[in-house]
């Protein structure tokens, strides 16, 4: 069982910065792959961002590739999602979602994720 907690959602204008975190508590944090999905209003989720158990292998959707950068801290339990050149298409409700390294699907597709925090607010404005 893996519980995830999200921090450092808010309001920021639009080329500005955020950083979200999730904090996992829960055995073999090291053991998953984790990522970052986000749902606007009215729309379906989206993948975002996800990055391996090692840390090695990082996975971007093209909306964010260049602007936000994911990274992961398995002694501290934590991934963290750097937000730069915020746009307001950005504004979404950010989920980190936990899935365990070994079973199958792309780390892309929310489907295959175990274990989901309950989400952060970011709001761009323009």
């Known amino acids: 069982q893996v519980q995830l907690v999200e921090s450092g959602g808010g309001l920021v204008q639009a080329g500005g910065s955020l950083r979200l975190s999730c904090a996992a508590s829960?055995?073999?944090?090291?053991?998953?792959?984790m990522g970052w999905f986000r749902q606007a209003p009215g729309k379906e989720r989206e993948f975002v961002a996800a990055v391996a158990w090692s840390g090695s292998s990082l996975y971007y959707a093209v909306s964010v590739k260049g602007r936000f950068t994911i990274s992961r801290d398995n002694g501290k339990n934590t991934v963290s999602l750097q937000m730069n050149s915020l746009k307001p298409e950005d504004t979404a409700i950010y989920y980190c979602?936990?899935?365990?390294?070994?079973?199958?699907?792309?780390?892309?597709?929310?489907?295959?994720?175990?274990?989901w925090g309950q989400g952060t607010q970011v709001t761009v404005s323009s």
């Open positions: 829960g055995r073999s944090f090291s053991s998953y792959t």
């Open positions: 979602a936990a899935k365990y390294s070994l079973s199958r699907g792309s780390p892309t597709a929310g489907a295959g994720y175990d274990y």
